[in-house]
């Protein structure tokens, strides 16, 4: 795998791990409540689940192209379906802003039992890194060392996205209630999307 496709790859997690979205909701809460430690917790357990889906869907989708091959088109186009409507829904929904819960203390076993719930009650997550993974690397060359590279952009990616938002709602408790930030959130991840969409279909 290239140098380009791994920063390409790591590009994308970072604008999907800004946009605003129930596991960046939970990483404040908690993070507003009982601090940062408690945020990262939080943060552990979706990167977790993270690497489950990330294994299902490069199985998966390897098992698949072998057993279909040609019939793998019909995968590529729904993947591509997927994610259009992903940046489409991502745009429409512009402007909406992040709505953080206070929640009482909790250990941090159960911060992380509050990430992983979070992204296991997100089944789609499975078919976006099936639909995303295609789009910056070739699924069947990738053995286990892509992916302990992958998962460590993963892991990098969610602690300094994530870690950043805490320093920054630490400073301030109405950055994530301006409108125009979440505006733009909305419309730079969607558009992403609908790229990758656009560049998966025409593979």
Same mark, same amino acid.
């Given at each position: ?13 970072? &604008? ?11 990483? &404040?809460?908690?993070? =507003? !409540? ?13 990167? /977790?689940? *993270?690497f &489950?889906?990330?294994?299902? #869907? @490069?199985?998966?989708?390897? #098992? ?16 591509? =379906?997927?994610? $259009?409507?992903?940046?489409?829904n %991502? @745009? ?15 250990? *941090?076993?159960? *911060? ?7 992204? $296991? ?5 499975i078919?976006?890194y ?6 910056f690397? *070739? ?8 992916? $302990?590279?992958?998962?460590a @952009? ?5 602690f300094?996205?994530?870690? %950043?938002?805490m ?20 419309? !730079?991840?969607? %558009? !992403?999307? /609908?790229?990758a969409?656009?560049?998966v #279909?025409?593979?």
């Amino acid at each position: 795998m290239s140098f380009s496709a791994y920063f390409a790859f790591a590009t994308g997690m970072c &604008l999907l791990a800004m946009s605003p979205g129930p596991g960046l909701a939970a990483v &404040l809460s908690r993070s =507003i !409540v009982s601090g940062a430690k408690a945020g990262a917790m939080v943060v552990v357990g979706l990167v /977790l689940v *993270d690497f &489950l889906f990330l294994g299902l #869907a @490069i199985v998966g989708l390897s #098992a698949i192209a072998t057993a279909l091959g040609p019939l793998f088109q019909i995968v590529k186009y729904a993947a591509a =379906i997927y994610l $259009l409507w992903l940046g489409y829904n %991502t @745009i429409k929904q512009a402007g909406q802003v992040i709505s953080v819960e206070r929640q009482g203390a909790r250990s *941090d076993l159960r *911060d992380v039992g509050l990430g992983a719930a979070v992204t $296991l009650g997100n089944p789609k997550a499975i078919l976006f890194y099936g639909a995303f993974l295609p789009t910056f690397f *070739d699924i069947s060359l990738i053995g286990f060392s892509e992916f $302990l590279a992958i998962c460590a @952009i993963i892991v990098a990616v969610s602690f300094a996205v994530y870690c %950043t938002y805490m320093w920054l709602i630490a400073r301030s408790r109405q950055f994530f209630a301006t409108p125009k930030l979440q505006k733009r959130l909305h419309q !730079v991840t969607g %558009t !992403v999307f /609908l790229g990758a969409g656009v560049s998966v #279909a025409l593979k």
